[in-house]
């Protein structure tokens, strides 16, 4: 008879038990909606669907009168196809890719030295150096553009001058006009603008070594060259491969720099032309040419599917690397 109502006691504790597990899930659901859920309606307004409202545009044609008709991946094909919007297409697309190689060869090596001189122990006024270089990242494009076309100008600028006065005269050209240099000088100009971004993640990286492996590596006989290839390097390759990311994914988005100092016709003779000036004249169009919002969509689409690939590509190939340490 004892066993009767102890066994209904601990019938009676079960349903209890799941009652307190249900309220401590419910209490984390509401927990996730209250901290998480203005972020992901933010992200998803501002972000999300603009994505797919612009990727489901890209398969309609727009007539003259503003009526669209679904055309399913007829714009892609005349962009790809159609040699009027291939050339241009092609075009841009390669002086994008020189433009992104710019910044890789040029831009991120020397943020990666100026991080590794910077992080020296012992050096005085690196927080002025590091201020100093890291200070045009935050002017304005439009500024910048000012600036470099005022020290670049045959008629008034100081480059001239100044070259003149190391006996290098015969260097100076109007790079900015010139269809072999256009590229090439703006692209440096953005490195000067930027440098500062890959110098402080790589140096944050670099000052958060341990610094019992730098004294063990000193032990064993190893030099401040040795040490920085075979031990800093290794423990930042993580750092420097995000700074590639990065740089890919705001180079293949670039388009202030370029319009600011060249304007929607990127020249000369569209020399300067990349997918951010591409897709800017396709959608609200320039001169005598009309915007075709279905076409700058499939443009934007494109440019969307190019920075996915790169992206998959160094995850899969650079990323699961990094992670095995087979570096």
């Keep these: 008879m004892t066993d009767i109502p102890l066994k209904a006691a601990s019938a009676k504790t079960i349903p209890h038990g799941f009652g307190l597990v249900g309220q401590s899930k419910l209490r984390f659901a509401l927990l996730l909606a209250v901290f998480l859920g203005p972020a992901v309606v ?3 307004t501002f972000a999300v669907y603009p994505l797919i409202a612009t990727i489901a545009f890209a398969m309609y044609h727009v007539a003259p009168d503003g009526s669209a008709s679904f055309a399913g991946l007829d714009n892609f094909r005349t962009l790809l196809g159609d040699t009027t919007w291939s050339r ?3 075009n841009a697309f390669r002086n994008n890719c020189i433009f992104f190689a710019i910044h890789m060869l040029v831009q991120n090596p020397i943020g990666l030295m100026l991080a590794a001189l910077l992080s020296l122990s012992g050096l005085k006024g690196s927080a002025t150096y590091r201020t100093l270089i890291f200070m045009p990242t935050m002017l304005s494009v439009v500024i910048i553009g000012f600036i470099w076309q005022l020290i670049l100008s045959p008629l008034w600028g100081v480059a001239g001058g100044f070259l003149g006065a190391l006996g290098l005269k015969y260097w100076f050209a109007p790079w900015l006009g010139q269809e072999s240099t256009a590229l090439i ?3 440096l100009m953005s490195v000067w603008q930027f440098v500062g971004i890959p110098m402080i993640l790589i140096y944050t990286a670099l000052i958060a070594i341990p610094e019992e492996l730098i004294d063990a590596a000193r032990v064993d006989g ?3 060259r040795q040490i920085f ?3 800093k390097l290794p423990l930042i390759a993580p750092t ?6 990065l740089t890919f994914v705001n180079n293949f988005n670039a388009f202030d720099l370029i319009y600011a100092v060249k304007g929607a016709i990127a020249g000369p003779n569209f020399a300067t032309d990349i997918m951010g000036t591409f897709f800017y004249r396709t959608f609200f169009g320039y001169q005598l040419q009309l ?6 969509s499939a443009v934007a689409t494109m440019m969307f599917l190019i920075i996915l690939i790169g992206l998959m590509l160094y995850l899969f190939l650079v990323q699961r690397r990094l992670q095995h340490h087979t570096f």
Aim: overall charge negative; aromatic content about 12%.
């Design 291 to 296: 915007g075709d919002p279905a076409m700058g």
């Design 185 to 187: 000088t703006i692209s």
């Design 240 to 245: 420097i491969g995000l700074v590639s990311v």
């Design 42 to 44: 933010i992200y998803t």
């Design 88 to 90: 241009p297409f092609w």
């Design 229 to 231: 290839t075979h031990v």
């Design 222 to 224: 190893l030099n401040a």
